[in-house]
T-cell receptor, first 111, second 109 residues
Framework: NAGVTQTPKFQVLKTGQSMTLQCAQD?????MYWYRQDPGMGLRLIYY???????DKGEVPNGYNVSRLNKREFSLRLESAAPSQTSVYFC??????????FGQGTRLTVV | AQRVTQPEKLLSVFKGAPVELKCNYS??????LFWYVQYSRQRLQLLLR??SRESIKGFTADLNKGETSFHLKKPFAQEEDSAMYYC???????????FGAGTILRVKS
C-alpha cells in the first residue's frame, strides 16, 4: 500500500523553466492538496481539489497551476519558475475530514 | 476565512517537564481541528484530532470554542517528542485544510 507518492523527490530549475510535480494516491480519497513548506511560514496551501473535476485556489496560488487528472492524480505545474518558488512541496489526500496522508515531499531549488 | 495561529516558532523544554504548544484558530463555522507532527526525515503524520478526544503518545488537546483554541499538552516531555508540530483546521463539510506556521519542540536531556 503506497499511500501518497510524489515525484520527483529533488529538482533544480533555472529561472524561467517549467516543470510539473506529480502526485498520486491509492486510497480512493476524494480530496487532494498541494502545500509548500518554508522556514517560519509553515505549510501554506497552494491549491486543493475537493473532488475529481474540481480545483480551488488556496493561500498562495500565484505562479502555479494544477490539474486533477482523475481521482488518483493531482499535478502541480510551475510555468515559469522563480527563485521565490524555492521550497519543499507536499501533496496530501484526505477523505471527509479524517486523517490527511502526505507524500514524502519534493525539494525544489530555483536558481 | 480559515486561519490558524501558532505563536511560538520554537519551544525548548527539559525532559520530564510539561509541554504546551499553543494553537488559536479563526473560522465562522464548526471547525475540525487536528495536530500533525513531523519527525526528522519522516513524513508529516496525524497526531490527534479533536473529535476523537483521545490521548496519543501522552499528548492531549481540548477544543475551547470560547477561546477559539486547541492547545496541545503533555505532562512529561520525552526526548523522542522533539519534532515539528502543526495545528490544522478544516471546515465541517470537507473544504480546505489549512495549517499554522508550526512549532519546533526541542526536548533537552
Amino acid at each position: 500500500n503506497a499511500g501518497v507518492t510524489q515525484t520527483p523527490k529533488f529538482q533544480v530549475l533555472k529561472t524561467g523553466q517549467s516543470m510539473t510535480l506529480q502526485c498520486a494516491q491509492d486510497m480512493n480519497h476524494n480530496s487532494m492538496y498541494w502545500y509548500r513548506q518554508d522556514p517560519g511560514m509553515g505549510l501554506r496551501l497552494i491549491y486543493y481539489s475537493a473532488s475529481e473535476g474540481t480545483t480551488d485556489k488556496g493561500e498562495v496560488p500565484n505562479g502555479y497551476n494544477v490539474s486533477r487528472l482523475n481521482k488518483r492524480e493531482f499535478s502541480l505545474r510551475l510555468e515559469s519558475a522563480a527563485p521565490s518558488q524555492t521550497s519543499v512541496y507536499f501533496c496530501a489526500s484526505v477523505e471527509s475530514n479524517t486523517e490527511a496522508f502526505f507524500g514524502q515531499g519534493t525539494r525544489l531549488t530555483v536558481v | 476565512a480559515q486561519r490558524v495561529t501558532q505563536p511560538e516558532k520554537l519551544l525548548s523544554v527539559f525532559k520530564g517537564a510539561p509541554v504546551e504548544l499553543k494553537c488559536n484558530y479563526s473560522y465562522s463555522g464548526s471547525p475540525e481541528l487536528f495536530w500533525y507532527v513531523q519527525y526528522s526525515r519522516q513524513r508529516l503524520q496525524l497526531l490527534l484530532r479533536h473529535i476523537s478526544r483521545e490521548s496519543i503518545k501522552g499528548f492531549t488537546a481540548d477544543l475551547n470554542k470560547g477561546e477559539t483554541s486547541f492547545h496541545l499538552k503533555k505532562p512529561f516531555a520525552q526526548e523522542e517528542d522533539s519534532a515539528m508540530y502543526y495545528c490544522a483546521l478544516s471546515g465541517l463539510y470537507g473544504n480546505k485544510l489549512v495549517f499554522g506556521a508550526g512549532t519546533i519542540l526541542r526536548v533537552k536531556s
